[in-house]
């Protein structure tokens, strides 16, 4: 029984007693590179009508599965990806299921996470190019756009696939198989996918256009081969109407990767000017900036009041105050902090064209932040209720440990 636990197939209450994790769930088994099971994912059974039961929920990590390092269906696929040089990437494992099933045999799917830097590596060893097919959804073009970045930093040749109107892969591959081959060999090159993705084509004045083709510089600037570069500029002049002079003259201007930060933005100033702010916690370093942000910028004023989904009720009063300009009296711990965001906002490094993006990273984040802080609570409700032995409270309470730590 302690192996079962160490397996994360079940929960060791402090009475001694054990709670199956899958309880009610079809069970899918997770391999690791080798074919060997390491983990499992359970999908709720089809007759289960309580609305707080989470479709899926995957082991935790253990000792022998590290989901950020494993690809599913890897040791299936690995052969026919070293074959074709290629790796098809999905987000889910019904996409990987559905396509390998329909004779696309070099897929592999992230199962649920992002994409990492091990993930890419894996491949990297055996394949040179890899097609993005991620889920037709706003998370998919986010998703898209991270794994961009990093399959290009590990030098692959990256390719994006339109799935039109099916909402995923799995969706394509089960309706119309000959459809999602077309859609695979349509793919096109990342570079040419940010055009459309940053508004290219749909600006409709030359302040639209600055702001899609320093994104898309951004991007090209980043690419490390010169002929690549070149390359990628000559179709940009084209589809622009600039010439590549003017290109080249204002890709000296744009930072590398300033589309997409990949750590929350301070200036090197901002870490000299205030002890302060070292001092703050992840979160509120965060929240520093994001209400730096506001204070800096009307645009992005605008952008957070469209969205409070991320806003807790120990800072909404200094949400309100700087983002809705409401006139509300701080508690004294918020009205410090507010002084060290008016104090130092004018020092930050404000980029309006990508403002939206940078929120919508600084905000997911805070997301983030947030699960973290309700699954430590859900442990201490956990471990009061087996103290108590109020077993209904205790069953329910690990039902929505299991729902967040899968949706995580």
């Known amino acids: 029984i302690e192996d079962i636990e160490k397996a994360g197939l079940a929960f060791k209450t402090q009475r001694g007693s054990y709670w199956d994790r899958f309880q009610n769930r079809i069970m899918f088994p997770l391999f690791n590179h080798f074919g060997k099971i390491v983990g499992f994912t359970g999908r709720v059974l089809p007759n289960e009508t309580r609305e707080d039961v989470g479709k899926y929920v995957n082991s935790p990590e ?33 996409d990987f299921l559905m396509m390998y ?34 889920d037709n959804d706003n998370a998919g073009q986010l998703a898209t756009e991270r794994s961009i970045e990093l399959a290009q930093k590990e030098d692959f040749n990256v390719r994006v696939a339109d799935l039109k109107d099916a909402k995923d892969p799995a969706d394509l591959a089960q309706s119309n198989p000959q459809e999602l081959k077309k859609v695979l060999a349509d793919s096109i090159p990342a570079i040419e996918y940010f055009f459309d993705y940053y508004g290219l084509s749909a600006a409709k004045d030359i302040k639209d256009k600055k702001k899609a083709i320093r994104s898309i510089l951004a991007r090209i600037k980043s690419i490390s081969s010169a002929v690549e570069k070149n390359h990628y500029l000559e179709i940009l002049s084209n589809r622009s109407g600039f010439s590549i002079e003017v290109l080249k003259e204002e ?7 300033e589309a997409l ?59 309100k105050t700087v983002v809705k300009n409401e006139k509300i009296e701080l508690s004294p711990e918020l009205k410090q902090f507010a002084d060290l965001i008016y104090l130092q906002a004018s020092l930050e490094p404000i980029n309006d064209d990508n403002i939206e993006r940078e929120i919508a990273f600084l905000v997911n984040r805070l997301k983030e932040e947030a699960q973290k802080q309700l699954r430590q609570a859900l442990r201490a409700r956990i ?26």
Do not use: C
């Open 251 to 257: 890709l000296q201007q744009v930072k590398g990767g």
């Open 62 to 94: 253990t000792p022998i599965f590290n989901k950020s390092k494993l690809l599913f269906g890897f040791f299936l696929s690995k052969e026919a990806i070293r074959d074709s040089s290629q790796a098809i990437l999905v987000e889910g494992q019904m």
């Open 101 to 134: 099933q329909a004779g696309f045999k070099n897929v592999v799917a992230t199962s649920g996470t992002a994409l990492t830097v091990d993930h890419l590596k894996a491949l990297r060893k055996i394949a040179e190019e890899v097609i993005i097919a991620f």
């Open 261 to 319: 930060p990949e750590k929350v933005p301070s200036g090197n100033e901002l870490q000299e000017a205030s002890s302060e702010l070292k001092n703050l916690s992840s979160k509120g370093r965060i929240l520093y900036r994001v209400f730096s942000l506001a204070l800096s910028s009307e645009k992005a004023k605008a952008v957070l009041a469209e969205d409070e989904s991320w806003v807790e009720d120990v800072f909404r009063d200094l949400y």
């Open 383 to 408: 471990e009061k209720a087996e103290a108590a032995g109020e077993e209904d409270d205790l069953k329910k309470a690990l039902e929505e440990y299991n729902k967040l730590i899968s949706s995580s």
